[in-house]
């Protein structure tokens, strides 16, 4: 069958080998190529079967999964590395992460993780074969930014292992909160490159720059940021995501750490909306992060899927003052009570969140954040509390004041 997923099973253990091979050999749509016990018979193997897929562990009587992983993406670009290890290994995640593996599988693992991993990273390797290589001209100035000082404002990372959890809501509706109610000089960063909706949720237009616009060879042009900023109404910067999922190839993991520490330096908040998905970039955001809010909603996969990062974000020696857990519309009528959310994470949930879909679905579909439009309404209210929180203010509420000459129209577009 042609367009079965090819996968090349490295594991230095004959029956773990078996068991994968096994396992893989029940689906219709993957078929095991080859088996290789160390890392130098895998990158062979590699050259030679050109796999899509390569399941790695981390433990090889000649290097290490991580040495070969690194060798093998730079040899064999084309294949999507996943790694596998027991629990606890901590620093092995990002290691991995960083040597170009696409996903990492704790042992042990069930049959439908395995299948699940080898199907998505294969789907998203797909997704990136078809992007178009964009010309840039070389840029005549680059600047590196200078140290990090005591004076630079705060980094936040709003993350959720899952998609649909409410994340770019919660990241513009903060951010909002921030500048219209405390006051403070907030900058927005789309993270999400490929796909990223900020600039839908803010009415803003396509044709607006974006990162995209001042990345150049892998390099932030920081002289030309000022001029890709977006000026919402709201008093909120923007930096939009790329307008084409192909140009996202463009951004750089060093570029984006170039620009968001250049953003600490001119704003009091930085506001970054992470990709549902840990990748170099998004892991490298992680670390800079002075603070996460992880957002989730109260269903058993959201539950389950929080879970999985924070036991990363353990093994990453994450402080737990780090993360700040999220319960999005925590109190749906069908959804788990935020009591037993905290039992199962086993930490207290730091804020929640009210669900109103009448209104948070209206401002999203006009575009008008609901922290303009419906100010004092009780999901508004949670929103500035976390903005609070998450700087550190005061908890009284201050009444947030609609701007002038709010455009009104469904489509509109600035």
């Given at each position: 069958m042609a367009d079965r997923i090819s996968v090349l099973i490295v594991d230095d253990i004959p029956q773990t080998r078996e068991y994968l091979a096994k396992l893989l050999g029940f689906e219709s749509d993957i078929?095991?190529?080859?088996?290789?016990?160390?890392?130098?018979?895998?990158?062979?193997?590699?050259?030679?079967?050109?796999?899509?897929?390569?399941?790695?562990?981390?433990?090889?009587?000649?290097?290490?999964?991580?040495?070969?992983t690194e060798r093998l993406a730079a040899k064999v670009s084309t294949a999507a590395i996943i790694i596998m290890s027991v629990q606890g290994e901590a620093g092995?995640?990002?290691?991995?992460?960083?040597?170009g593996a696409r996903e990492f599988l704790v042992k042990p693992f069930s049959a439908d993780e395995l299948v699940t991993s080898v199907r998505s990273v294969h789907a998203r390797e797909r997704e990136k074969a078809v992007a178009v290589d964009v010309p840039v001209a070389p840029s005549e100035i680059r600047k590196a930014p200078p140290p990090a000082t005591d004076a630079d404002g705060l980094l936040v990372v709003v993350f959720s292992p899952k998609g649909g959890a409410g994340k770019t809501t919660v990241a513009i509706n903060v951010a909002?909160?921030?500048?219209?109610?405390?006051?403070?000089?907030?900058?927005?960063?789309?993270?999400?490159?490929?796909?990223?909706?900020?600039?839908?949720?803010l009415n803003l237009s396509p044709k607006n720059k974006t990162i995209a616009d001042i990345v150049?060879?892998?390099?932030?042009?920081?002289?030309?940021?000022?001029?890709?900023?977006?000026?919402?109404?709201?008093?909120?910067?923007?930096?939009?995501?790329?307008?084409?999922?192909?140009t996202a190839e463009l951004i750089t993991t060093s570029a984006v750490k170039q620009i968001v520490e250049a953003l600490r330096r001119t704003h009091d908040l930085v506001i970054v909306d992470a990709w549902?998905?840990?990748h170099e970039t998004t892991l490298a955001l992680l670390d800079l992060a002075d603070e996460i809010a992880a957002v989730m909603t109260p269903e058993i996969t959201n539950i389950k899927n929080m879970r999985l990062f924070l036991d990363i974000a353990d093994q990453l020696d994450y402080p737990h003052t780090k993360i700040k857990l999220v319960l999005n519309r925590s109190d749906a009528v069908m959804g788990i009570r935020a009591a037993?959310?905290?039992?199962?994470?086993?930490?207290?949930?730091?804020?929640?969140?009210?669900?109103?879909g009448r209104i948070v679905v209206y401002a999203a579909n006009r575009g008008v954040p609901f922290m303009i439009s419906e100010a004092h309404a009780p999901v508004s209210?949670?929103?500035?509390?976390?903005a609070r929180s998450l700087t550190g203010e005061a908890t009284a509420v201050v009444p947030v004041a609609a701007p002038a000459n709010r455009k009104k129209s469904l489509l509109a577009r600035r």
């Open positions: 078929e095991v190529v080859g088996e290789a016990a160390s890392g130098a018979e895998a990158i062979d193997m590699a050259l030679r079967l050109k796999p899509a897929v390569v399941l790695m562990d981390i433990n090889l009587p000649d290097m290490d999964g991580i040495t070969a092995y995640l990002r290691r991995a992460m960083l040597a909002v909160a921030a500048a219209m109610a405390l006051g403070k000089r907030v900058c927005i960063v789309d993270g999400s490159f490929q796909f990223g909706d900020v600039g839908v949720l150049i060879d892998g390099v932030a042009d920081l002289d030309s940021l000022e001029s890709v900023l977006i000026g919402h109404s709201s008093g909120v910067h923007v930096l939009l995501a790329p307008g084409t999922p192909e549902s998905w840990l037993d959310v905290e039992a199962s994470m086993g930490r207290k949930v730091d804020a929640t969140i009210v669900s109103d209210l949670d929103m500035l509390r976390l």
